[in-house]
């Protein structure tokens, strides 16, 4: 699977949209891009994930570069319950089905 | 909620015991992973289940074993435990188990060994 960079932490305003990028410049073409998160000890949330269309849910929206080495995840409105570690992860569609969790993003939601 | 249910929440126990972490997938769910997220090595694949068989392996020691029951709950069975055992243990589960699938997990199990 691809590697994934994401920086450590990132701050966003209430109320406001919280963009969070990830870097995946090895993907290749048969890798799906998910992304997870991690409230305090919870466990793991699925959010979104994508090929290569931009996608949109009820959580948020993925919106991935045209060659396919980046993305960024948009929370359109942040609150303060969005405040999470957030992981970007590089899936191949073939071969070990396990989820590889870098170290991600913190975001912390700001009053 | 995800629908994965994870029993017990938290454990305490000692040095050398043995204990069992359960796991019971979503409804219609096939496939069960187990995780393990340590403070110094992150979330980390342990092994996979699909309808009762292994499917994966990762980073799973010898004193650790896993089965699935014809009911599809799974078990994680930690031996000879060790002070770097303590971690929150994860159960995901997906439909099938394609690459394509997305996994749910459970709210953990948090296993502190004295």
């Known amino acids: 699977d691809a590697k994934t960079t994401q920086p450590t932490s990132m701050d966003c305003a209430e109320g406001r949209a919280a963009n969070l990028p990830c870097n995946h410049s090895?993907?290749?073409?048969?890798?799906?891009v998910y992304w997870y998160r991690q409230i305090h000890s919870q466990g793991p949330q699925y959010i979104i994930h994508?090929?290569?269309n931009n996608e949109t849910n009820e959580m948020a929206s993925l919106i991935i570069t045209e060659d396919r080495k980046s993305s960024t995840l948009i929370l359109p409105h942040a609150t303060l319950r969005d405040t999470a570690v957030y992981y970007c992860?590089?899936?191949?569609?073939?071969?070990?089905?396990?989820?590889?969790f870098g170290t991600g993003t913190r975001l912390t939601i700001i009053p | 909620d995800s629908g994965v249910t994870q029993t017990p929440k938290h454990l305490i126990t000692a040095t050398g015991q043995r204990v069992t972490l359960r796991c019971s997938p979503r409804?219609?769910?096939?496939?069960v992973y187990w995780y393990q997220q340590s403070l110094d090595q992150g979330l980390q694949f342990l092994i996979q289940?699909?309808?009762?068989?292994?499917?994966a392996k990762g980073n799973i020691l010898e004193r650790f074993s896993a089965q699935q029951f014809p009911d599809l709950h799974s078990e994680l069975n930690l031996s000879s435990l060790e002070l770097g055992d303590s971690a929150l243990y994860f159960c995901?589960?997906?439909?099938?188990?394609?690459?394509?699938?997305?996994?749910?997990f459970g709210p953990g199990t948090r296993l502190t060994v004295l």
């Open positions: 995901a589960s997906s439909v099938v188990g394609r690459n394509t699938d997305t996994q749910y």
């Open positions: 090895t993907i290749s073409g048969n890798e799906y």
């Open positions: 994508g090929l290569k």
């Open positions: 992860i590089v899936r191949s569609n073939f071969g070990n089905e396990k989820l590889t």
């Open positions: 409804s219609g769910d096939l496939s």
């Open positions: 289940y699909y309808n009762g068989e292994e499917r």
